[in-house]
């Protein structure tokens, strides 16, 4: 088992990466802090898992949420359905919710808890690829609006992330390879030799091999849980996780949450911002092609859908990374390095969309 | 005008307290720091106050919000309304929410602040006496839930409180009323020389004399300050401004929200708690009858409705004062000093129940 920590001041926790955690009694109880908790699940993990961890808090108080499974629940109706469930259980302040799942699931489930008499405790679980090196960590919680992905939420860190790595064998290769974009974005912003280490990893992160999958687990909670610590709230380097993420949410956005997988989009966001970096002559065409090279050995999408450069703009415009009436975009100052920028010719900006989206409306 | 800071570090702010302030460009622009403002009122206020408040922010591009009038609205669904309307105006994380009006308008605009793209500023307009001695400071927000008041919602620290007093003369009497009980709340739990001149200058508030009035404000305003500065979160000091919100809640929720106004059921509550105390011999019956004759010559209720004393603490163990199975309550150890406290005997709480909620179910 490895072990890293949060460094957050009276919010530091830590993040407990190996297989079989969540079934281990010990790693369990530890991280739950409370007589009285609620397992958020989904339809999909609960026969899974959900048993398994009920075992390991047999001496609590545990009650279930199960919800629908997908991106198009993620909606504040549904974190209504888990507030309800924790007034029906009479749960109190002193409360724990467990979020059991993917990132959807754990983005719910920290929503509801950090809205629950203002604020209760929570434990994310995750069991998806995607939530393990990401949206587990650093405190992210919150639903989609009609009008965009993630406009409703808050900042709530949760008590322990427990990540065990041995449940990302139940999931679906799609998944797992979505959940490749994020980890390939990690090396992208912050760390080149971790990107050299996944072009040389990629095929045994597909296979699950124990090692590589700890490693790169590990690797990317490492570079988050250091952004994390330097910018909790997001007013600045912390917003360099979000390359591909502004590209992305127009596919996503467009295509109608659930019709893409977020990594997917993600993914192809990225290879836009590889080449708008290329077309500003940040980076070069071997960069970019890297990128896609990288991403198709991962099994991920390359092409966006030819939604038309103008609705993709105002789709990227309602995202919350617009300041002012400003796009701010992260691009790549080189491999290994991220940067956030709205300081860009409108032109390539333009020229990427058209390239990537097409012309057409 | 009276000036007055909560000291919370990067999150403090001012309080402004004074007559005509909502309509003076240069308080109402300096409090504001955002070129996109979204006022959230309701139908009550806006043909009062609405046009002077945008009249005052000419200089920025401001939005309106309307939402239906009373405490019946003051759910998830209503603040998904204001999140709608931030969405379709499509405002940025810069924005700011201005809430004008009482104090479910404040709770709810600030909560829709807290979680729109994970937290956006606000400042507090407040137009009752309620709201600019109590609900309006301090950062709690949220909404109610069928099983139970304000059990959903976040701190959220307003960027500013400006206290127009000149708005209270639009306030029905009954609602004026319904402030003084907070009032007297602040002089019971914390400064008994508050409450000697409140016993002198009742009536001169109940007549909205402008000296008295602004002199009520900002002492009430002082004293949650203080608290609050102590105690952001509600861990432990800051609970004593909840004197009489236990059992009040249970008769709001009895009552079904909006039979009582939350005043008039804290006031019962603060005769109940004051009673128990008495109970306990903590305090003697001259205190008891110090409460009842000041809430009588404010115009307030000193009767319960007779749901039974089993119904009442049944409601009252909903509320999230309870900690572990525990009812915590705050008493009067002497008029001027509230205590927090689960350690009483149950028979002296059952007996003040069944003396003002009667025995029957």
Chains 1, 2 share one sequence.
């Not at 609006?145 to 322990?160: D, E, S, T």
């Not at 797992?176 to 912003?189: C, D, F």
Request: hydrophobic share 45%; net charge neutral.
């Amino acid at each position: 088992m490895q072990r890293l920590n949060i460094d957050l001041g009276a919010r530091s926790y830590p993040i407990l990466i190996g297989p079989g955690l969540l079934e281990d009694v010990g790693v369990m109880s530890g991280a739950v802090p409370a007589r009285d908790v609620m397992v958020v699940t989904n339809d999909v993990v609960a026969p899974l898992y959900l048993a398994r961890v009920v075992r390991a808090l047999a001496d609590r108080r545990v009650e279930t949420t199960l919800l629908p499974d997908g991106e198009r629940y993620k909606t504040l109706e549904t974190m209504g359905r888990v507030l309800d469930a924790l007034v029906a259980a009479r749960m109190n302040r002193d409360a724990c919710v467990l979020a059991l799942g993917g990132g959807v699931v754990g983005d719910i489930a920290g929503f509801a808890a950090a809205c629950y008499q203002r604020g209760v405790g929570y434990v994310q679980v995750p069991t998806t690829l995607l939530a393990q090196v990401d949206s587990s960590v650093g405190g992210k919680t919150g639903v989609n609006h009609p009008g965009g992905k993630n406009l409703v939420g808050a900042f709530h860190q949760p008590l322990a992330v427990i990540s065990d790595t041995g449940t990302l064998c139940s999931l679906p290769v799609r998944e797992l390879r979505a959940g490749l974009a994020e980890v390939i974005k990690y090396g992208l912003v912050a760390d080149a030799a971790f990107l050299d280490w996944l072009e040389s990893n990629v095929e045994k992160l597909l296979a699950l091999d124990p090692p590589a999958v700890e490693y790169a687990v590990r690797r990317c909670c490492e570079i988050k849980a250091a952004v994390v610590a330097a910018d909790e709230r997001e007013h600045g380097a912390r917003a360099l996780l979000n390359l591909g993420h502004t590209f992305g949410h127009a596919i996503e956005a467009a295509a109608g949450y659930g019709e893409w997988l977020h990594g997917e989009a993600v993914g192809v966001g990225m290879l836009m911002a590889t080449d708008l970096s290329r077309r500003l002559g940040w980076v070069d065409g071997v960069a970019v092609q890297r990128v896609r090279e990288l991403l198709e050995r991962a099994g991920l999408r390359t092409s966006a859908p030819p939604i038309g450069a103008g609705r993709a703009l105002d789709l990227m415009a309602m995202d919350k990374k617009v300041l002012g009436g400003r796009i701010r975009l992260v691009l790549l100052a080189r491999i290994g390095e991220g940067v956030v920028s709205g300081d860009y010719p409108a032109a390539e900006l333009q020229q990427t969309l058209v390239a990537h989206f097409g012309s057409a409306a």
